[in-house]
């Protein structure tokens, strides 16, 4: 259950992504083919839950891209369901306190870490993958090759982020921009200085306690200058956008005189 993700930052490089809004498998499998190191289901804002984002998990298996997943909440069935059914990493919204981010360890990580519900699932080829013989040694990789990643997107989690990337069993966080700027009162201002402080805070935060760090773009630009700046992922905006964006365009072209 290696996480090419975690595979990639650890060796030096940095990794890109987008957020999954459109379904289906088929759309799992262009993505990969595409060469994005990762996607992210979306069950928070998309209409996905457990069984569908399951499918999105076995087509991501047949194009090497690694699946994560924004999950809808913080509780104990959203975190323990999709890491289930294998999700790489998940990305936990609308984070607020240090006692919410120890309570994501508790759930997402394997004893001697956290206190994760054990059963034979997906993540285990429900129990026959070789590496889930033994559950001490399974323990271990899980907790290694499984990532839990509060987004950075309310002005408590900004306040707490050091105390928050401290915590053993958080591996990175990711920075939620816009509503970020939502909460420091600079609406989509993303190059407000409050807004670049912020992020500069946040990415602080993560090199000094040896966490990953991901934050979302909108454009090229952003993604390099991000990636330049230090930060180990960007996600890039939504699938369904880049869809819609580049149909745009053709259209465009094929109008336009000579």
Do not use: W
């Not at 289901?41 to 209409?47: A, K, L, S, Y």
């Not at 997906?122 to 399974?138: H, I, K, M, N, Q």
């Not at 915590?167 to 609406?187: M, N, R, T």
């Not at 934050?215 to 699938?239: E, K, Q, S």
Request: with cysteine; proline share 4%.
């Amino acid at each position: 259950m290696k996480n090419l993700v975690r595979e990639k930052i650890l060796s030096g490089g940095n990794v890109v992504g987008t957020f999954f809004e459109l379904g289906g498998m088929t759309a799992v499998e262009c993505l990969g083919l595409s060469g994005l190191d990762f996607f992210i289901i979306d069950t928070e804002h998309g209409p996905f839950d457990v069984e569908s984002a399951g499918g999105f998990v076995i087509a991501a298996g047949q194009r090497g891209i690694i699946p994560f997943a924004r999950v809808k909440d913080s509780t104990r069935p959203s975190i323990l369901k999709m890491l289930d059914i294998g999700a790489k990493g998940l990305i936990i919204p609308c984070l607020r306190s240090v006692e919410e981010a120890k309570r994501l360890v508790e759930f997402g990580k394997y004893y001697p870490l956290g206190l994760r519900g054990v059963a034979h699932s997906r993540s285990t080829g429900f129990g026959f993958e070789p590496f889930a013989s033994d559950l001490v040694s399974y323990f271990e990789i899980a907790n290694r090759e499984t990532l839990i990643i509060p987004q950075c997107e309310t002005r408590e989690c900004l306040e707490n982020i050091e105390e928050i990337a401290a915590i053993e069993g958080i591996d990175g966080i990711f920075v939620g921009p816009y509503d970020l700027s939502v909460a420091l009162g600079k609406p989509a201002q993303i190059d407000a200085p409050e807004m670049t402080s912020a992020i500069a805070r946040i990415l602080a935060a993560c090199k000094t306690f040896g966490k990953f760090s991901f934050i979302y773009v909108g454009g090229v630009d952003a993604a390099r200058r991000y990636l330049t700046d230090g930060f180990d992922g960007v996600a890039y905006a939504m699938d369904s956008m880049i869809y819609v964006e580049a149909y745009q365009k053709i259209i465009k072209e094929i109008r336009s005189q000579g």
